[in-house]
């Protein structure tokens, strides 16, 4: 019996005065379906299916409430997404202004995208950015991406495409509007184009570039592309001081080091962090195994001290959607964990598409440090970390690697 199709069912709460009140159409909440499981961030198309059948022009705040699938004969996977309408949008007739029992505004601690205004004040920054050089907007900007870390818009202007990026502000990211500026100057044409930054609202202006390389490519794409890679990590160790100044955060091995000996134990059943639910939080015995692994980390940073490599930039989060195809070359994007640390923190990509190949073909870019053998020898993998032999380099990575529907440095 094949396989139910899916379909994804949109509720979207509407608001304007702070969320004081709520959009209604005939009396009830818009909703939109569309076929498929849609990601509950990425809300371009759901945007264009609302103004298509509503003629509604909105632009999304927040999820308002978790994304929850349902089973049945038509498998459901439901959203509901907190909005405002962009200025100048039409009203059906069927539309009225609601005042809910209580506000459904984001909260006052959200990201800078959840305020109603910050959609047209990124349009205005944009606009002043590229009459600055002589162009201009062409028309409205679109959502591409919108989650709790960053948010994404496309814009159509007389040069060509441009996507803005806006990040959250905490210690885990660089500052990768400086940042990106100093790897263009120091590695030209493997980076993206910065057209505009402004570091006090974490906002940069990027031209669009070539498509990604993606999760799924044959093992001698991805051998050139962490080749390539390697030789960028090697001339960026001349460069560390600078690469520190502009933004990236220190990831040296003392510094691991300090965190394997004190974050883990700080973990505790009772006390979710870091914006989880306790229902999502860890187990008791979750946490007991990664108290458990805090002298293995300690000793993992020990021997990768013990290659004599020297520190390096790092992007991390290297996964081949990070990466665009640039003619006969590749371009690295998305740096927002860019960092300074130890070389080999960036062989994620090797956990997922595993090949000896891929990873001789990025090792024999440092043998000027040393013969490539000692880093490679069977034991050299720790077992908690060994990349899985069960993933061939045409096997698609889990959402956690993102299949690639749009640039993550559009994300």
């Known amino acids: 019996m094949p396989t139910p199709e899916w379909r994804t069912v949109i509720r979207w709460l509407i608001i304007r005065d702070g969320g004081a009140d709520v959009l209604t159409l005939a009396g009830a909440l818009p909703e939109t379906e569309l076929p498929g499981q849609l990601e509950e961030d990425e809300p371009e198309v759901p ?152 570091a006090g609202r974490r906002l940069v202006a990027l031209d669009e ?72 939080w860890l187990t008791p015995q979750e946490v007991e195994a990664v108290h458990a692994l805090a002298p293995e980390l300690a000793e993992a940073a020990e021997r990768l001290a013990g290659y004599g490599l020297p520190d390096s930039l790092v992007h991390g989060d290297l996964h081949l959607g990070n990466v665009a195809t640039a003619g006969e070359r590749y371009l690295f994007f998305d740096w927002t964990d860019a960092a300074v640390g130890h070389p080999f923190l960036d062989l994620i990509s090797l956990y997922w598409q595993h090949s000896e190949d891929v990873r001789d073909a990025y090792l024999s870019r440092w043998t000027a440090y040393g013969p490539s053998t000692a880093w490679s020898r069977p034991g050299g993998w720790p077992n908690r970390w060994r990349p899985s032999t069960r993933r061939s380099a045409s096997t698609p990575s889990p959402r956690s690697c993102p299949p690639g529907a749009t640039h993550n440095c559009r994300r």
């Open 209 to 280: 570039f070539g498509p990604e390389v993606g999760n799924t490519v044959e093992a001698e794409t991805h051998a050139r592309v962490l080749a390539q890679y390697a030789d960028l990590q090697v001339g960026s160790a001349a460069h560390l001081d600078r690469l520190l100044a502009a933004g990236c955060r220190d990831r040296t091995l003392p510094w691991l080091a300090g965190q394997a000996a004190t974050w883990p134990l700080a973990l505790d059943p009772d006390r979710p962090r870091y914006g989880c639910a306790a229902e999502d």
């Open 47 to 198: 945007l264009a299916a609302l103004r298509a059948a509503t003629g509604l022009q909105a632009v999304v705040l927040a999820l308002h409430a978790p994304l929850r699938d349902e089973e049945g004969e038509v498998p459901t996977r439901r959203l509901t997404w907190l909005a405002t309408l962009l200025p100048g949008s039409p009203l059906p007739p069927e539309a009225a202004w609601t005042r809910p029992d209580a506000p459904a505004g984001p909260p006052d601690s959200g990201p800078p995208w959840t305020s109603p205004a910050w959609h047209a004040e990124v349009t205005t920054w944009l606009a002043d950015a590229l009459a600055a050089r002589g162009g201009s907007l062409l028309g409205p900007l679109v959502q591409v991406r919108v989650w709790e870390l960053s948010s994404v818009l496309r814009a159509a202007t007389s040069g060509g495409t441009v996507y803005v990026k806006s990040s959250i502000a905490t210690p885990l990211f660089a500052e990768e509007g400086t940042v990106l500026a100093t790897l263009a100057e120091l590695f030209p044409g493997q980076v993206p184009t910065l057209l505009a930054v402004d």
